[in-house]
Every structure is written in C-alpha cells, then in structure tokens.
C-alpha cells in the first residue's frame, strides 16, 4: 500500500481536505492517506517548507508528498514534482522545496506537463491528485513532466553569515504549537562556524548563552526539582535540526511562550555571536 501525505494550508473547517482525499480514493482506492498539516498559514511557503523538512523522514522510502500551499499555476509558478532521498514532493516551483535541496541534491526533478490531458475545468489540485496517484501507483516521473535542473529558491530559509564571520544571522521562520520559536539556524551550519568558540544567542531582549542538548537540561542543579525551572527561557537544537527558542514547560494559553514572553514573532531577527 503506498502512502501520501498531505500537507496544506486549507484548515479543517471547510470541505477542501475531506474533499482531497475522496478524491484521491477516487482515482486509487489502495492509497493510504496520512495528514501532516492543514493548519500552514495562507500562502506561507517559508512556514511550509520547515514543516515538510521536519516530518518527511518519519515516511518510508517512497512515500508521495502532496504540498498544497500557494500552489497556482501561473507564468511564475509551475507545478513540480522532485525526487529526493527516495521521496516524492509534489508542489509549485514557488520555494516551498528549497529547504530540502540545501541538504541534499534532489535525484530528479520534472515540471508537470499533464494540464492539458486533463479536463478543462480541472483544478490545480486536481493536478496533484493525478500525479501523486500516478506516482503512489509506481510511475515514472517522465510519464507526467519534462526534466528541469533548477527549482526556485528562498533566500529566507538561509541563514547568513557575517562579513567578519563572527556572527550567524538568522530569523524566527516557524511558530509551534507550544509557542516555541524555529529559526533558520541549523545545527550542522552552527557546527561549521562556531569551531568551538564561545557564543551567545542575541534577541530582542534577553540573551542565550547556552544551546541545551533538551529541553530539561534546563534543570542543571540537583539542588532543585525540574519543576522549579518552569518559566525559564532555552535554547536547543530541536529533532529537525534547528535551532528553537523556548520557555521550559510554560503553557502558552496560560501563562506564555517563546512567542508573547520574549516577544519572538515570525520573521524576527536572531543572531549567534561568536567571540
């Protein structure tokens, strides 16, 4: 049974997801279907990406990821599909992809050709739901596109480096459930960098001067339970390996996060300074 995912920013409360998977089932009854989020700000294909690049390695080799954000067709926008470490993700060449070719070199890349096989009131999702289909059944990408080199880039999922090289400047790129802030900082880029030396988090507000290898090792005395440590701010290399910005335990509709306490919002500027 071949899997596809869906991740899109429609939300629950209208028809489009139910809608979706009947389609799917419609046109391959065999698929099993798994969501990984409805819940992608409109049109936010910075937020999009991180969340694809966070959860697709949780997938089998093979799966058929279907990402619907900002998925118009249009002169700016084609529709893709890219193989990449033995996935497939279906998506509009609008950046949403860029997050995993850093990584990795995708395997193949095509842009769909199938938009005039289909009918004429055919949506884009109905696009989607063809290739992803056409995929999760074993067929070639060459079947449903021509091959491309290239797929756009966003030049917000990277962070950069300091013309002295002394600093990593980033930005908050994604906000959980909990409140806890994701920034475009990866582990492996502030392994290259920092070379060992000292560092400190800079903020809006309050610094950090110390990544946690998790969360409670906030807790760094035995003098004191966990539980004491409740409402102090942290920083660590979360499991998709960025670097998230946290309060420890702190319930966001209660009592605050990240998010309100430090005043973290998406596109927030946070840099790593080294000395």
């Known amino acids: ?11 629950l409360k209208d028809h489009f997801v139910g809608a979706l998977k ?11 279907i798994i969501d990984i989020s409805h819940e992608i700000d409109p049109f936010n294909t910075v937020e999009a990406s991180y969340i694809i690049s966070a959860s ?13 954000v900002d998925m118009e067709h249009n002169k700016e926008n084609q529709h893709i599909v890219m193989q990449w470490n033995d996935h497939y993700f279906i998506a509009s060449d609008n950046g949403i992809l860029s997050m995993l070719s850093q990584k990795i070199v995708p395997q193949k890349i095509v842009a769909i050709n199938i938009h005039d096989r289909l009918p004429s009131d055919a949506a884009d999702m109905d696009v989607f739901v063809t290739v992803a289909c056409h995929l999760a059944k074993g067929g070639l990408m060459n079947v449903i596109g021509k091959e491309i080199n290239t797929i756009k880039q966003v030049t917000d999922l990277k962070a950069v480096l300091s013309a002295d090289g002394n600093s990593i400047n980033g930005h908050v790129i994604y906000i ?7 920034t475009n900082i990866s582990k492996k880029y502030f392994i290259e960098v920092a070379k060992g ?14 990544i946690l290898p998790n969360y409670s090792a906030i807790a760094s005395s035995d ?14 290399f979360n499991e998709a390996g ?8 702190s319930n966001p509709s209660k009592v605050g996060s990240a998010n309100s306490l430090l005043g973290l919002n998406y596109r927030d500027v946070i840099n790593i300074v080294f000395s």
């Open 1 to 11: 049974m071949s899997i596809i995912t869906l991740t899109s920013d429609y939300g």
């Open 22 to 32: 009947g389609k799917i089932l419609s046109e391959y009854s065999e698929a099993k």
């Open 56 to 68: 697709y390695a949780s997938f089998p080799k093979g799966t058929v990821h279907l990402i619907g």
């Open 176 to 182: 959980d459930h909990f409140g806890n802030v994701v």
């Open 197 to 210: 030396r000292p560092y400190e988090i800079v903020m809006k507000t309050k610094n950090i001067k110390t």
């Open 223 to 236: 003098k004191y339970p966990i539980k004491s440590y409740e409402g102090e701010k942290l920083a660590i």
């Open 242 to 249: 960025f670097l998230e910005i946290a309060i420890f335990r």
